[in-house]
């Protein structure tokens, strides 16, 4: 894990995408052919973003102040492995979240929203992507999580987070306080944003998307976390891990060590929880 702390203005800065629009039509064939030009007639766009018939908000600059805290370097499960191939939907996360809240794998936790920006962003760099202001072609592919190592923050040397998925967090203060433009700030089915919901943060590899592709500066959310969203497979939201700094136990870490093992085996995130917790997580 890496340490983080202090003061940051994070946010989105300026407009590096060409948009390619598409809920006006009534069919979408290929419209990454759009791409090119879009970007070409975007000043300082360096990347493309494909908009679906929903698009949801990218965070503005704001100030925030935060707690050390640490965050894993590398996404979950780790550098050298692939991502789970069903990741988590609001319900898995939120079963995840229980796992983490009771101390059975110590000080770890899901990152708070403003923790998962600062981190990928830069608390002093405030960066568009990972690795900078520019979107690289190419740039974070590859098979297993850390296989380019160029894809980085280099001041807080978090690797690939919102490059490739977007990972759950929870909803805090200081995020919802901004996370918004206009005065009443919605997430799923009309709800009230509130501190503690669970909130997908950064976008995916994908051009084609909801959020602003490729940044850590922008969020959705799936609803409230019930079993039956247990329909819904979400295989790009992976879990953002971070920890509040302190001694490391023997115990948890060995506990730790057996669930990320069994995620990486088995590339199932359910799997994995329904063997660390002996029951059912989603009906078959």
């Known amino acids: 894990m890496v340490l983080i702390s202090g003061e940051a203005t994070v946010g989105m800065r300026g407009q590096p995408y060409g948009v390619v629009e598409t809920a006006h039509l009534d069919k979408v064939d290929a419209p990454e052919k759009g791409c090119e030009e879009a970007v070409r007639n975007t000043p300082g766009a360096t990347a493309c973003w494909v908009q679906t018939d929903l698009v949801d908000p990218v965070l503005a600059p704001r100030s925030v102040k935060l707690a050390s805290f ?34 059975q794998f110590g000080r ?3 990152c708070t929203a ?8 830069g608390p002093k760099t405030n960066q568009r992507f990972v690795y900078g202001d520019e979107f690289t072609e190419g740039r974070c592919d590859g098979d297993t999580i850390g296989f380019d190592r160029r894809c980085r923050n280099s001041e807080t040397g978090v ?13 805090d203060k200081a995020f919802v306080d901004s996370a ?3 005065e009443a700030c919605l997430a799923a089915g009309n709800r009230p944003l509130r501190v503690g919901m669970y909130v997908v943060m950064g976008g995916t590899k994908r051009a084609q998307t909801r959020q602003a592709p490729h940044t850590p500066h922008t969020w959705h959310d799936h609803g409230d976390p019930t079993q039956d969203a247990c329909g819904f497979v979400g295989w790009d939201d992976q879990p953002a891990i971070c920890a509040d700094p302190g001694m490391v136990d023997v115990g948890p870490e060995s ?6 093992a069994k995620v990486r085996s088995t590339r199932s995130m359910t799997t994995a929880l329904q063997a660390v917790t002996g029951k059912s997580i989603c009906p078959n």
Request: charged share 15%.
């Open 108 to 110: 770890r936790r899901l």
């Open 70 to 103: 640490c965050i894993e370097q590398f996404p979950f499960p780790g550098a050298g492995s692939a991502y789970s191939e069903d990741g988590l939907n609001v319900w898995t996360a939120s079963q995840l979240n229980e796992m983490l809240k009771s101390g």
């Open 180 to 182: 918004c433009r206009q």
């Open 114 to 121: 403003s923790e998962f920006q600062v981190a990928v962003a």
């Open 255 to 260: 506990a730790w060590t057996n669930f990320v």
């Open 159 to 171: 690797h690939e987070y919102a490059a490739v998925h977007s990972h759950w967090t929870i909803a």
